[in-house]
């Protein structure tokens, strides 16, 4: 499992980082399975906990920045991309 998550991560792991993952991801599944045996019969499903809308700002167009402003502190750049060591690798 663990190697899995790596895998989608695009992480390199040292066996004692493993070791650690496992032990947290196992914490979290217990937990999970202490939640399932909560009783919720006769509780009202819900999306939102707080039933307050956020305050929400108008939308008004802004001029962007140049692509001169954008890269200007970038390491590399690709045409219009930044462009950046793949991701894990060391």
Same mark, same amino acid.
């Given at each position: 499992?663990?190697?899995?998550?790596?895998?989608?991560?695009?992480?390199?792991?040292?066996?004692?980082?493993?070791?650690?993952?496992?032990?947290? =991801?196992?914490?979290?599944?217990?937990? =999970?399975?202490?939640?399932?045996?909560?009783?919720?019969?006769? =509780?009202?499903?819900?999306?939102?906990?707080?039933?307050?809308?956020?305050?929400?700002?108008?939308?008004?167009?802004?001029?962007?920045?140049?692509?001169?402003? =954008?890269?200007?502190?970038?390491?590399?750049?690709?045409?219009?991309?930044?462009?950046?060591?793949?991701?894990?690798?060391?």
């Amino acid at each position: 499992m663990i190697e899995k998550l790596e895998k989608l991560a695009s992480l390199r792991l040292e066996e004692a980082e493993r070791k650690k993952i496992l032990k947290d =991801v196992e914490e979290i599944l217990h937990w =999970v399975e202490v939640l399932k045996e909560i009783d919720t019969e006769g =509780v009202p499903p819900t999306t939102h906990p707080f039933l307050s809308s956020l305050p929400l700002r108008e939308d008004k167009p802004e001029t962007s920045l140049s692509d001169d402003e =954008v890269f200007k502190n970038a390491k590399g750049k690709s045409g219009r991309f930044f462009k950046i060591r793949r991701p894990g690798w060391r």
